[in-house]
């Protein structure tokens, strides 16, 4: 089976290819109300690929964007898949950084250099080409039923009231996911856990109007002073967060867990050199991986207030606001932590200010077991494909609905992800290897023959 899934993956890759350039070439940017009608048709493409290799489909209304529904029935004995995927990008601004323009993608150096090449059109395209082969194949040895949704970069809102609404369709055994990373293809891994997202904003009002700066300046506070060291208080000297009870709930990992992750081999020269920086700095006592995976994290996303124009303008301005995001583990919840947040940044504001704070969307901490059939079928598919055991990896990203789907859905969920933590998700010249999408397209495929044969068993 293995040799005919890599045959079929071999003669029609090009084929692969130039339909996900196409999903790719429409900007479906769900941040974006200009792009709305992108997002919808970047839906109607991936429904009618869908419907294409034989699935029942249909755009379920949601409050927002559409979910992509689709099933393939085998036989009512066959256990079911459930994949889940998003078609919605991140906006691909500022354009200026990329090397070729974001929504005509281009092969370079063996990787697809796009908006979406790997996050998560790339991705998510392997789930549909996996299950297009065995289809044709007529190898197919479970249901599969997709959902693919189209606000998950923006914290997939309407997504919450939609799974509830929409529960029963999508009843199955198991769910798969391509949406995160893995080490590399030679050192397979398997996502076991994924932060969760806190997202606010801040406004600061000082003077009720912008004022000269040599008038004033001295005497009058600045909001884009206090905004600053408001913001560098929010951290101690040990880069821990400084929110009263924001650790009350943070889940200590145990010695033995944190010398299994410690297993994971990294590179710290090569990371260092990849970001072009001399140093990094977060949590003391905690590695890189760690505090980037199973520690908290709290940065700045934005920052703006008074003069940014060209040259120099003397102005002690009115107004100063960032965008903050709290990354976040288990067992923090996001909606108690903006809560604490924004208390906390009230009370320290100085009587001189006004403070606003908007909360944004947010999710919850996510964890998998790793001894569910899903989990082992994964691993086994991995190890055939890719000839090695995988890793369990935490992983620092977020997937907002997937703490939701736990509580509603009722079956464990795979993170089979295929992208490098590399290649510049959300960045300028994003770009996804054509190994990970061939190989991962073989992987998936063969996931659903271990499944299968692990559910028999
Ligand atoms: N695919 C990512 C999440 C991801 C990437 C997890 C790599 C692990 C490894 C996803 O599309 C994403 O970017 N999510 C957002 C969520 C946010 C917009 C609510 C994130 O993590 O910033
Ligand atoms: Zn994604």
Not at 155 to 161: I, P, T, V, Y
Not at 215 to 228: D, K, M, Q, R, S
Not at 355 to 371: A, I, S
Not at 395 to 419: D, T, Y
Request: glycine letters at 8%; aromatic letters at 8%; one cysteine or more.
């Amino acid at each position: 089976m293995h040799t005919r899934i890599k045959e079929y993956i071999e003669s029609h890759g090009e084929r692969f290819l130039s339909e996900l350039f196409d999903l790719i070439r429409i900007p479906s940017v769900s941040a974006q109300p200009a792009r709305r009608d992108d997002v919808l048709k970047a839906a109607e493409y991936v429904r009618a690929r869908l419907e294409e290799i034989g699935a029942e489909t249909e755009l379920l209304p949601t409050d927002g964007f559409p979910l992509v529904y689709g099933k393939i029935e085998v036989s009512a004995t066959a256990p079911t898949v459930v994949v889940y995927g998003h078609y919605d990008v991140q906006p691909a601004e500022p354009f200026e950084l990329w090397q070729t323009p974001p929504f005509e993608p281009v092969l370079r150096d063996g990787k697809i250099y796009a908006r979406g090449a790997n996050d998560d059109k790339g991705q998510m395209y392997m789930q549909i080409k996996a299950v297009e082969t065995l289809v044709r194949l007529g190898a197919l040895p479970c249901n599969v039923k997709f959902l693919i949704e189209g606000e998950e970069e923006i914290g997939s809102a309407s997504l919450d009231a939609a799974i509830k609404k929409y529960a029963d369709r999508y009843a199955g055994d198991v769910m798969l996911i391509s949406d995160t990373s893995i080490i590399h293809l030679n050192t397979p891994s398997l996502t076991v856990s994924l932060r969760g997202l806190a997202y606010v904003e801040v406004e600061l009002t000082g003077p009720c109007r912008d004022l000269h700066s040599g008038h004033y300046g001295g005497a009058v506070e600045n909001p884009c002073n206090v905004l600053c060291s408001m913001i560098h208080s929010l951290r101690d000297e040990n880069y821990r967060i400084t929110i009263p009870g924001f650790y009350d709930d943070v889940y200590e990992l145990t010695a033995e867990e944190r010398a299994k992750l410690a297993e994971r081999p990294f590179d710290r020269t090569e990371y260092l050199r990849n970001l072009d920086m001399a140093d990094t700095r977060g949590e003391s006592g905690y590695s890189i991986l760690e505090q980037a995976s199973i520690r908290p994290s709290l940065d700045v996303n934005g920052i703006w207030g008074g003069y940014t124009g060209e040259g120099s303008k003397t102005v002690l301005p009115s107004k100063a606001s960032a965008k903050i995001s709290m990354r976040l583990v288990p067992h923090q919840r996001h909606d108690d932590i903006a809560e604490k947040f924004k208390k906390h940044f009230e009370a320290i504001a100085p009587p001189s200010m006004k403070v606003k704070t908007t909360t944004h969307h947010g999710g919850n901490p996510f964890m998998t077991p790793t001894d569910s059939t899903g989990y082992r079928a994964a691993a086994a598919a991995l190890k055939e494909c890719l000839g090695k055991e995988p890793i369990p990896t935490r992983e620092g990203g977020s997937i907002p609905i997937l703490a939701l789907f736990n509580e509603v859905l009722n079956m464990p969920i795979v993170l089979m992800g295929f992208g490098y933590d590399t290649d510049g998700i959300h960045g300028p010249n994003e770009h996804y290897g054509l190994d990970n999408f061939f190989r991962g397209i073989e992987s998936i495929a063969m996931f659903y023959h271990k499944y299968a044969e692990l559910s028999k068993a």
